[in-house]
């Protein structure tokens, strides 16, 4: 499977403010995912990043709160903007397998806190 | 959309006894049920997955079943052991590749 980076690991940051996260794969992937992660809670898919497209964000997520980019086929950013304590969660990112399809592997996440 | 759902939310054993967990889902047209396991303060690790063209699927200890017609499937870990004390997640995909929806989690603990 492919090797995902995310930087950074964590981040404590002030209200109002925002973050931008990055996601790194070691070799070219179709489809690439946002997830959040609330403290004991399950994964939320924020959207899809599409590469030369605009996102495609699920039902409660909008680009002007999650703006990201896709600019190539190995990366991505997640920005959190306008930063509020609700925010403070794991953010993954997530590529399909290059196997039998399907199948997703995600980063090693982003922890943020929100003061 | 699509709705998992997933029992029970926390699940203890001894060591060496079996361990079963069990998700629902929504949406007919969902058709590849991957599942993951998560220790702490790591990512979500998969572990094994089905798709709807199978009803069974094994691995080692770890076995996955799908019914169709009721949309539920279920994880079975055999000879548990303190290792596999994680919270576990199952998700359901209406595309191959794309928009994953999982289930609330459950946290298993292995008593040795």
């Known amino acids: 499977s492919a090797v995902i980076s995310q930087k950074p690991s964590r981040d404590i940051c002030q209200r109002g403010t925002s973050l931008t996260i990055q996601c790194q794969v070691d070799?070219?992937?179709?489809?690439m995912f946002w997830y959040r992660q609330q403290p004991g809670q399950s994964l939320t898919l924020i959207a899809t990043?599409?590469?030369?497209?605009?996102?495609?964000?699920e039902s409660g997520f909008v680009i002007d709160k999650f703006p990201i980019s896709r600019p190539n086929l190995t990366f991505s950013t997640l920005t959190v903007s306008n930063m509020s304590p609700e925010d403070s969660s794991i953010y993954l990112c997530?590529?399909?397998?290059?196997?039998?399809?399907?199948?997703?592997?995600f980063g090693p996440g982003t922890r943020l806190t929100v003061t | 959309g699509e709705n998992v759902e997933q029992h029970p939310s926390t699940l203890s054993v001894q060591e060496g006894d079996s361990a079963v967990i069990k998700c629902t889902y929504s949406?007919?047209?969902?058709?590849?049920f991957p599942w993951y396991k998560q220790e702490l303060g790591k990512r979500p690790q998969l572990i094994i997955d089905?798709?709807?063209?199978?009803g069974e699927k094994k691995d080692q200890r770890i076995a996955v079943t799908l019914n169709k017609t009721a949309k539920h499937f279920s994880l079975h870990i055999t000879e548990t052991q303190p290792e596999d004390s994680a919270v576990y997640f199952c998700?359901?995909?209406?595309?191959?590749?794309?928009?994953?929806?999982f289930g609330t989690g459950t946290s298993l603990t292995v008593i040795p």
């Open positions: 997530s590529v399909a397998g290059s196997g039998r399809g399907g199948e997703q592997y």
């Open positions: 070799s070219q992937v179709t489809m």
């Open positions: 990043a599409n590469q030369g497209s605009e996102a495609t964000y």
């Open positions: 949406d007919s047209a969902s058709n590849y």
């Open positions: 089905i798709r709807s063209n199978v």
């Open positions: 998700a359901a995909s209406t595309h191959t590749g794309n928009q994953f929806y």
